[in-house]
């Protein structure tokens, strides 16, 4: 497991919150400003019913702490979380968490 | 844009959307419209919401929630900003909305940033249904007793 960041959002997350978005097995943090984070979440399932499942659960998280952060978030491809990263590294993307 | 435009616009987005959802040329982008299908009924509703002119009822929702959110453009607070997203008050206001809605905006997403691929996307029927839901919860709590095509104010 790898752990990056120590900002106040991620703070805020943690890691018992992204465990518990079903399915994740990589979740990449960009934090944006003071109380708001962009998750970027590779998902085991590369199917519309995996994403179904982990939005479910990103929605609780986000009703959870609306207020304290502000939650986006978006998919990545499997595999290919790290390209994503790459992509924007000029906006600082972190990584966070591997649950594999 | 007037109240009733949100209405509108609404329903324009819908019947692109179902027209192209399940075709094979058009479904990607009946997603994208019955996305923005559903953000013109939150629109709708956030500005016939009479909470919104309770400060009080706010407060009792949300500590941070201010009158002038109804009119609130962006999807998630702005970077540096302390007010609410569409998404944040959707989730707020209508909670029971929040999933489908960001269902809605995932498959939109896929669609205008990602490659699109069709299997990431929700089928016809589901989107309709999300689409229904979204709908019939915030314009359902937004105009309370009222034909949910009523638009007078």
């Given at each position: 497991?790898?752990?990056?960041?120590?900002?106040?959002?991620?703070?805020?997350?943690?890691?018992?919150?992204?465990?518990?978005?079903p399915?994740?097995?990589?979740?990449?943090?960009?934090p944006?400003?003071?109380?708001?984070?962009?998750?970027?979440?590779?998902?085991?399932?590369?199917?519309?019913?995996?994403?179904?499942?982990?939005?479910?659960?990103?929605?609780r998280?986000?009703?959870?702490?609306?207020?304290e952060v502000?939650?986006?978030?978006?998919?990545?491809?499997?595999?290919?979380?790290?390209?994503?990263v790459?992509?924007?590294?000029?906006?600082?993307?972190?990584?966070?968490h591997?649950?594999? | 844009?007037?109240?009733h435009e949100?209405?509108?616009?609404?329903?324009?987005?819908?019947?692109?959307?179902?027209?192209?959802?399940?075709?094979?040329?058009?479904?990607?982008?009946?997603?994208?419209?019955?996305?923005?299908?559903?953000?013109?009924?939150?629109?709708?509703?956030?500005?016939?919401d009479?909470?919104?002119?309770?400060?009080?009822?706010?407060?009792?929702?949300?500590?941070?929630?201010?009158?002038?959110?109804?009119?609130?453009?962006?999807?998630?607070?702005?970077?540096?900003?302390?007010?609410?997203?569409?998404?944040?008050?959707?989730?707020?206001?209508?909670?029971?909305?929040?999933?489908?809605y960001?269902?809605?905006?995932?498959?939109?997403i896929?669609?205008?940033?990602?490659?699109?691929?069709?299997?990431?996307?929700?089928?016809?029927?589901?989107?309709?249904?999300?689409?229904?839901?979204v709908?019939?919860?915030?314009?359902?709590?937004?105009v309370?007793?009222?034909?949910?095509?009523?638009?007078?104010?």
């Open positions: 497991m790898n752990e990056v960041s120590g900002t106040t959002d991620f703070r805020a997350l943690g890691e018992d919150v992204l465990k518990r978005v399915g994740v097995v990589e979740v990449w943090y960009r944006e400003s003071e109380g708001s984070v962009e998750l970027r979440l590779e998902l085991a399932d590369d199917s519309w019913e995996a994403r179904e499942q982990a939005i479910d659960e990103l929605v998280i986000r009703l959870e702490r609306i207020g502000s939650i986006g978030y978006s998919f990545a491809r499997p595999h290919v979380a790290e390209d994503a790459l992509e924007q590294s000029t906006r600082s993307a972190e990584r966070v591997s649950f594999v | 844009m007037e109240v949100h209405l509108d616009r609404h329903r324009y987005h819908l019947e692109i959307g179902l027209t192209l959802a399940g075709t094979e040329a058009g479904h990607a982008w009946g997603c994208v419209a019955a996305f923005y299908s559903a953000y013109h009924a939150v629109k709708f509703a956030l500005r016939r009479e909470r919104f002119d309770d400060l009080s009822a706010l407060k009792a929702i949300n500590a941070h929630l201010q009158p002038d959110d109804r009119y609130a453009e962006w999807h998630r607070a702005r970077k540096g900003s302390n007010r609410f997203g569409i998404s944040e008050l959707v989730a707020l206001m209508y909670p029971a909305a929040a999933g489908p960001d269902k809605l905006h995932q498959a939109s896929e669609v205008r940033y990602q490659q699109g691929r069709l299997h990431l996307l929700p089928p016809a029927d589901r989107l309709e249904s999300y689409l229904t839901q709908y019939d919860i915030v314009v359902g709590t937004a309370k007793d009222s034909v949910h095509a009523d638009t007078s104010e």
